[in-house]
């Protein structure tokens, strides 16, 4: 008897979440099929351990597609005919929204009317998991912790995008019947994510520093608060979220803010313990007002009690620990 394998199609596949996510489905003996575009450069180190191993080489296809454009994605789905769907793709740097602000409001916007469009038109009973944001918070510290009934009011184009994409699947679930769940994440960092995220710029930095291929870090605004959590922990919520018979949204949170700062004073002291390297700080780390946003949200720190207890998640990785594995990694790679 041949096993029937449920089917996933994941967008933004070769991002920090869609790689552990792919990692996470495969692991649970899923086909998954990877969304990616073309470039005329490749960009999946981050899944190429995955679609090179023999285990899963039947059980993980890429295809090609865009958010921007329905028809690749009408495309994709008729091929996969998923049962589930988990759209990760988009422009995800803040900053750089208020630089390219009508492609992040196509992408993270229009682009996942298009995904939802495309269900809708070929008629697919699926489940639909969409990457919501706790940038769609103002960061009032009058509102710590947000929860899923706390005000949006977002401060950046990423977050208005972000605000019509978690609306328009609401619309969609209560009008087409769909099952639409938002995961609304607050900070989740790892390994795997970019370079030019502030987590990545500190610990990779600091890497550089120990090994002499860096003087000093350049940053921004380093009192903002955040809830970081590991974007491994992250992705098993999504997951756990279309497990269930009926749709809704959750904040995935740690329950924890820390500043900017705190990170650094972490990853200075793992850096220490780990290479012998002692910086003077205040040297060490240097502002530069370009890295500013021109409207910061202050602070974020998410309350995790719904998923908790109606899905029993709960993160696995704390504060110290992300900061630990990241601080490592990064080292260990510097010294190659």
Known sequence: MVENKKVAVVT????????????????????????????????????????????????????????????????????????????????????????????????????????????????????????????????????????????????????????YA??????????????????????????????????????KGLADMATGKASHIVLGDIDTKRDWGHAEDYVEAMWLMLQEDTPDDYVVATGETHTVREFIDEAFDVMKGISGFDFDKEKSIKFDARFVRPNEVRHLEGNPTKIKEKLGWKPKVDFKELVRRMTTYDYENSCK
């Not at 920090?16 to 692991?27: H, K, M, R, V």
């Not at 996969?80 to 009508?102: F, G, M």
């Open 12 to 163: 933004g596949i070769t991002g920090q979440d869609g790689s552990y996510l792919a990692e996470f489905l495969l692991n649970k003996g899923y086909i998954v099929y990877g969304v990616v575009r073309r470039a005329s450069t490749f960009n999946r180190e981050r899944i190429e351990h995955l679609y090179t191993d023999h285990e899963n080489k039947d059980n993980l296809k890429l295809l090609y597609g865009d958010l921007t454009d329905i028809t690749s994605i009408i495309s994709v789905l008729s091929e996969a005919q998923p049962d589930e769907i988990y759209n990760l793709a988009a422009q995800s740097h803040v900053k750089v929204s208020y630089e390219t602000p009508v492609y992040t409001a196509q992408v993270d916007g229009i682009g996942v009317l298009n995904v939802l469009e495309a269900v809708r038109i070929l008629r697919l009973d699926t489940k639909i998991y969409q990457a919501s944001t706790s940038e769609l918070y103002s960061g009032d510290p009058a509102e710590a912790p947000q929860d899923e009934n706390t005000p949006f009011r977002p401060k950046s184009p990423y977050g208005d995008a972000k605000l």
């Open 166 to 203: 978690n609306s328009i699947t609401k619309t969609y679930r209560d009008s087409y019947k769909m099952f639409i769940c938002n995961g609304i994440l607050f900070n989740h960092e790892s390994e795997r994510r970019g370079e030019n995220f502030v987590t990545r710029k500190i610990t």
